[in-house]
């Protein structure tokens, strides 16, 4: 079986479009639709339901697009291993998503020192909200995501890849500075929350529901969109804020932010690596897999 033609048909599927697909696979519209004509010929039935403003698989199509997935991954893998060296120096592109937390923080951090690592590997990072990250890797778009949430997607797998510390910063010089208050004063402290949706103000609502409280039982006088403007707002001093630890490295090494313990109040987040669905995953995002997990350890 022609798998350029299976490649077609799966793009299609996946992109719901025969412009998209051709996109992606960078050739022409009518390339694509001549590929698929010739697959529903040779098959003898139709794959495709093209009455809609969408293109979508018939029971056939479905059935059809698992099995070519299966067989086109081992084409890649057959591929990879004929015209790679198991050994010598990693070479080609790696593209990777990252959700705003991580890819705010961490992950370019890791990704630098493995391309300084591996000089002869270039680098891309997205950062987007979780579920496009999913969507993308879905649609192996990029080859690796490391998202703050494991949203269920039939496309993706989920591993665990690292653990977040989330800590209540303040600006340098605030009573509590390195010290520890309890439930009560913190209730009493003036907030800077990230917007409803984020993980680490995910983290701290699970975290105080122990308690009994909630995050409107607390004093929060700003509420702001990323991890950057909490940040920024607690080195001005308009509130502690709660944020990765990661977020803040800097700050806490030259003196501009500390943290502050909450008695009883321990939260972390796992991270997760997400990873397409049956695709054979080239050697430079295997080998920055590895690299990550033992510098994250």
């Not at 000089?119 to 909200?129: E, H, I």
């Not at 929350?193 to 995910?202: D, F, H, N, S």
């Not at 502050?260 to 054979?280: F, H, K, M, N």
């Amino acid at each position: 079986m022609d798998t350029r033609q299976l490649a077609a048909f799966c793009a299609v599927v996946e992109r719901r479009s025969f412009s998209q697909a051709a996109d992606q696979l960078g050739v022409t519209q009518p390339a694509v639709s001549l590929q698929i004509r010739s697959l529903e010929k040779r098959l003898g039935q139709r794959l495709l339901d093209r009455s809609g403003r969408r293109v979508e698989p018939t029971e056939a199509g479905r059935r059809l697009y698992h099995s070519a997935q299966r067989l086109l991954a081992l084409e890649q893998q057959l591929l990879q291993e004929l015209g790679e060296e198991s050994e010598g120096e990693l070479t080609g592109r790696f593209e990777i998503g990252a959700s705003t937390g991580p890819g705010g923080t961490i992950v370019p951090l890791v990704l630098g020192e493995f391309q300084q690592l591996h000089p002869g590997v270039r680098v891309a990072l997205t950062v987007s909200d979780t579920q496009t990250v999913v969507e993308q890797v879905a649609r192996r778009e990029l080859e690796l995501g490391v998202v703050g949430a494991a949203r269920r997607h039939r496309g993706v797998t989920f591993e665990p890849f690292f653990r977040d510390e989330v800590v209540l910063a303040v600006r340098a010089g605030h009573p509590r500075a390195d010290k520890t208050m309890s439930l009560e004063e913190l209730a009493a402290e003036p907030l800077v929350l990230m917007q409803e949706g984020a993980g680490v103000r995910q983290v701290i609502d699970d975290e105080l529901r122990v308690y009994g409280m909630r995050l409107r039982d607390l004093d929060v006088r700003l509420e702001l969109g990323l991890q950057e403007s909490a940040r920024t707002a607690a080195l001005a001093g308009f509130g502690a804020a709660f944020i990765s630890r990661g977020a803040i490295e800097a700050d806490l090494a030259s003196g501009a932010l500390a943290i502050v313990r909450v008695d009883g109040l321990e939260p972390s987040r796992e991270i997760s690596l997400v990873r397409s669905t049956g695709r054979a995953e080239t050697r430079a995002a295997q080998a920055f897999v590895e690299f990550a997990r033992g510098r994250l350890a």
